[in-house]
Each structure stands twice: as C-alpha cells, then as structure tokens.
C-alpha cells in the first residue's frame, strides 16, 4: 500500500490502454489473473484469461478495428496490502458509422499482487450514458445503446 503500489497499479492501466490503442489481445490478456472474470459492456461474462484474450481478439478485429482508448485512473482503493480497487475513466474513439465518435465508460478493476506484480482478478465495464434529464438526451442515449447492442460481436450471455 505504498507510493509504489499505487504507481504499479497506474502502470496496469497504462498497459491496457497500450494493448487496446494496439488492437493486441495477447498484450490485454496479459494484465489478468489466469481465473479472472470480466465482464464487459452489455454485460456479458467471461471467465479466464483465455476468455478474455479470445474476446478482445473479435473486438479487436471488428466493431473497434482502428479504435483507441484514454485510460484516466480516477481513484485506487486498497481494500488489504495485496488487493487494491481501481477506478478508471474510459474515454473511445470510434470511427464505426452509427456510432458516435466518443464513447465514455467506467471500467472498475479488482487487482491482487501476485508474484509476477499486480494482476486484475475482475473488471467490470460499465457504459456513461448522456444525462436523459431531456427527452433527446434520452433518445441518443437509447440510440447509442441500440447501436452498441446491434453491432457488437459477443452479446450479454457469454460465460
């Protein structure tokens, strides 16, 4: 739980955001646990690295081929000296027509120190709609979900 901990931590984040600028499944997989869970944005499950390099891979190579993503680390909670919360701000460009060109999300990471550094145990992802305080904030909001939705490659169910 030191200044070096927390910077570790901050370093994983910079890695996933590298991996993804560079489409490298392998590179992503490889800050996960070998049993991690993950659970991505329309809530689907997958359970090991395996999983999680395979589908990163179908993303990678179809809905956001050429995308990149800014990582923001907005907080890291130790919960033990060996597990640590970390929560991060996802900022996606797309250039996918019907979609916006910026998707926001919260990814929340559970790491644990392990003897090859910190790795991630579970992540959950979880998309920032637009304020539907207004009737047409609610509508790109659902518009953008039924986006995501239609052309993602792996739906809700996987496990």
Same mark, same amino acid.
Do not use: C
């Given at each position: 739980?030191?200044?070096?901990?927390?910077?570790?931590?901050?370093?994983?984040? =910079?890695?996933?955001?590298?991996?993804? +600028?560079? *489409?490298? !499944?392998?590179?992503?997989?490889?800050?996960?646990? #070998?049993?991690?869970?993950?659970?991505?944005?329309? *809530?689907? &499950?997958?359970? *090991? =690295?395996?999983? @999680?390099?395979?589908?990163?891979?179908?993303?990678?190579?179809?809905?956001? $081929?050429?995308?990149?993503? $800014?990582?923001?680390? +907005? $907080?890291?909670?130790?919960? !033990?000296?060996? !597990?640590? /919360?970390?929560?991060?701000?996802? #900022?996606?460009?797309?250039?996918?027509?019907?979609?916006?060109? /910026?998707? &926001?999300?919260?990814?929340?990471?559970?790491?644990?120190?392990?003897?090859?550094?910190?790795? @991630? /145990?579970?992540?959950? +992802?979880?998309?920032?709609?637009?304020?539907?305080?207004? *009737?047409?904030?609610?509508?790109?909001?659902?518009?953008?979900?039924?986006? @995501?939705?239609?052309?993602?490659?792996?739906?809700?169910?996987?496990?």
């Amino acid at each position: 739980m030191s200044v070096r901990d927390e910077q570790a931590l901050r370093d994983v984040v =910079r890695g996933l955001e590298t991996a993804w +600028n560079r *489409g490298d !499944s392998v590179a992503w997989a490889e800050f996960f646990a #070998e049993d991690a869970d993950f659970i991505h944005i329309l *809530g689907g &499950h997958f359970s *090991g =690295r395996i999983a @999680i390099e395979q589908g990163h891979r179908v993303i990678f190579d179809t809905i956001y $081929k050429g995308s990149t993503n $800014k990582y923001t680390v +907005n $907080k890291v909670r130790f919960t !033990s000296p060996d !597990s640590a /919360v970390v929560f991060v701000l996802a #900022e996606l460009k797309v250039s996918r027509e019907g979609f916006p060109p /910026v998707l &926001h999300a919260r990814p929340t990471l559970v790491t644990q120190r392990t003897p090859d550094g910190w790795k @991630i /145990v579970a992540f959950q +992802n979880t998309m920032i709609t637009p304020d539907s305080s207004s *009737g047409q904030t609610a509508r790109i909001a659902t518009a953008l979900n039924d986006a @995501i939705a239609e052309h993602h490659p792996i739906k809700g169910m996987t496990s």
